[in-house]
């Protein structure tokens, strides 16, 4: 395993390659300096946006052109920063680039109201009949919020809003990725040698066989997130007040349907999902138990979760392996995607390792005059391959779709993106066991399945179910207490586990977690991830049985970007999110999974 260092040690060969968008900072200030002017020229328009459809189009035109070299400026200074979140000039800049984006908001807040003060017949007539026509997916969706936009003083006033409430997740990931960790321990390893514990190796160091090294890695962790989770209450409490001060301050019933609302999609499919999970909760239990039988454990305790049920197989990889078994998995989908795929990571479109002060976890970012950039923590697990894989499919999707579409429908909806990621995982499951033979590790990547249904399906729907309960207690108009917070998220873990595990003191420990997960800061993101693991079950099978068509209609989807509504999208792939068939059909993939390990782990 690693050990974290410095960032200007890491080898530059495993960095992202940020020069493919600003040589140096110096360009990217000249590049801020330009863009500074851009606010005070697009509110000149203020007053003859609407007076006719040329003049609108030229409008629209203005606010792309200028939104699109905002956007390049602040992805850039968030990737400086996520570098080093404790490197004061990553920072400096990230705030420079927010306050820019703040000012250009604010300054186009106007727009919208503009746009729906025009009587619907005439831009009826104008979309149909003008060059506006373009733009016809973007103007709709504004048309679409009709309902929930507020007069051009008011807009004003949400952007302006939303500059002094970002401060909660910023200071959530300052204490999480920076201060607490500092304070982490060391842990002795398998071989008495001392690490220091990181976000980067928890996950791995909990996979190890030695159970010791898995107690005092979750002890170690969560007893030191003990200590600040009166802050951390407290912020979250402050970011769920926000998300439902904006869906007040805009007439939706409640913070659920405004995040829902953006991407077409009624809370009942968020419901579903929480009703299907709890039904098939036993076929997870089962499961576990199984777990608790082969590696022959009297009491079971949540830190053996995350280690393999399978040990006899302890395999590591290299970055560079695991960039090939990924290029190896999604053959299926075609040379262009291969060929683009390969020459990324040639390209260095990764940041690869861990280093000291550098953000947990792992993204694909980048913006449409930039590449699909991927950050990674990369530890050698097989865990880090599937990772790696998933971030891939994200910067495929991206790639695909900034190819093809242009810049005002290039984005895609959350609901859609995490559909590709987790088609690519699956993919590579498939790969890996088509290449073996040997019982072990047939085992051992079913187990490896297994737990992304584990992670994505199960894990995720319960992180959903909290959020929701989250928001309804501050709804109702309760706060959200440490001790409250706690109680609830234990409750949801006792639930979700079963009762293969002791829950005793140490387990207990696991109560706190909330309190380390950044999604709960991005307002009903994570049921994206259940939803994607359903859908990319559908269309990965049918991908690996070579059903025809389906690789056509797969790159077209990944070509689409937010052209189209995602629920469309995603049917179009033969997936309809509406019904609950493609739940139904991953809780039936896990349960025949499950019993393909049972019948593996009898013979031996």
Request: aromatic share 10%; net charge negative.
């Amino acid at each position: 395993m690693r050990e974290p260092m410095e960032r200007a040690s890491v080898d530059v060969k495993d960095t992202w390659d940020l020069t493919l968008m600003y040589e140096t900072v110096e360009d990217w200030n000249k590049a801020l300096e330009d863009a500074s002017e851009l606010p005070g020229k697009l509110a000149l328009y203020k007053d003859t946006a609407v007076e006719s459809p040329e003049k609108l189009l030229e409008v629209i035109e203005a606010i792309l052109e200028s939104n699109r070299k905002v956007e390049k400026i602040l992805t850039y200074a968030h990737m400086i920063q996520d570098q080093d979140l404790a490197d004061p000039l990553g920072s400096d800049m990230n705030q420079k680039a927010i306050d820019l984006h703040t000012s250009f908001a604010a300054s186009i807040s106007w727009f919208n109201p503009a746009v729906l003060s025009i009587p619907e017949k005439t831009m009826v007539k104008w979309i149909k009949e003008t060059p506006l026509a373009t733009y016809r997916v973007w103007l709709e969706n504004i048309l679409r919020n009709k309902p929930y936009i507020l007069s051009a003083a008011e807009e004003r006033i949400m952007v302006l809003a939303s500059d002094a409430t970002r401060g909660f997740s910023g200071t959530f990931g300052k204490l999480n990725n920076v201060e607490i960790p500092a304070r982490f321990p060391e842990i002795a390893d398998a071989n008495g040698k001392m690490t220091k514990l990181t976000h980067g190796n928890f996950i791995p160091l909990l996979q190890g066989s030695n159970r010791n090294v898995r107690k005092n890695t979750f002890c170690g962790l969560y007893k030191e997130l003990k200590g600040n989770t009166e802050t951390l209450a407290s912020l979250l409490d402050g970011q769920v007040r926000t998300n439902i001060f904006k869906a007040k301050a805009r007439n939706h019933p409640s913070a659920l349907e405004a995040s829902l609302f953006q991407d077409r999609v009624n809370k009942k499919v968020y419901e579903a999902l929480i009703n299907s999970v709890h039904q098939s909760l036993p076929v997870m239990h089962r499961y576990y138990q199984m777990k608790k039988r082969v590696m022959g454990l009297q009491k079971m305790n949540l830190y053996d979760v995350y280690t393999p049920t399978v040990h006899d197989v302890d395999v590591k990889y290299t970055v560079s392996q695991g960039e090939e078994m990924t290029l190896e998995a999604v053959k299926p989908l075609g040379e262009l995607y291969g060929k683009t795929l390969h020459q990324g990571f040639k390209d260095r479109w990764t940041d690869r390792y861990e280093n000291i002060g550098k953000r947990s976890g792992a993204y694909s970012g980048g913006c449409y005059d930039s590449p699909p950039y991927m950050l990674l923590n990369f530890s050698g697990t097989l865990d880090s391959v599937f990772t790696l894989a998933h971030e891939a499919g994200h910067s495929m999707h991206s790639w695909f779709s900034r190819k093809n579409q242009p810049y005002h429908t290039s984005d895609y909806r959350i609901l859609v993106a995490e559909v590709a990621s987790i088609t690519n995982e699956m993919l590579l499951a498939s790969s890996l066991r088509g290449k073996t033979e040997d019982r072990d590790i047939v085992a051992y990547l079913i187990d490896s399945q297994i737990n992304d249904f584990r992670t994505t399906l199960f894990r995720q729907t319960m992180f959903a179910e909290f959020e929701l309960l989250i928001h309804r207690q501050v709804e109702q108009g309760e706060s959200l207490s440490s001790d409250w917070l706690n109680n609830t998220y234990m409750n949801l873990v006792k639930l979700y586990h079963g009762d293969a595990f002791e829950y005793d003191a140490e387990d207990s420990l696991i109560q706190t977690e909330w309190a380390r997960i950044p999604h709960f800061y991005y307002n009903f993101y994570v049921y994206k991830y259940a939803t994607g693991l359903a859908s990319a079950a559908s269309i990965s099978s049918s991908i690996i049985n070579g059903e025809e068509g389906t690789i056509d209609r797969y790159i077209n989807f990944l070509s689409s970007g937010g052209s189209r509504p995602p629920l469309d999208l995603l049917r179009d792939t033969g997936v309809d999110l509406e019904t609950p068939e493609p739940v139904g059909n991953a809780m039936n993939k896990l349960s025949g999974l499950v019993a393909d390990l049972e019948k593996l782990l009898e013979k031996k």
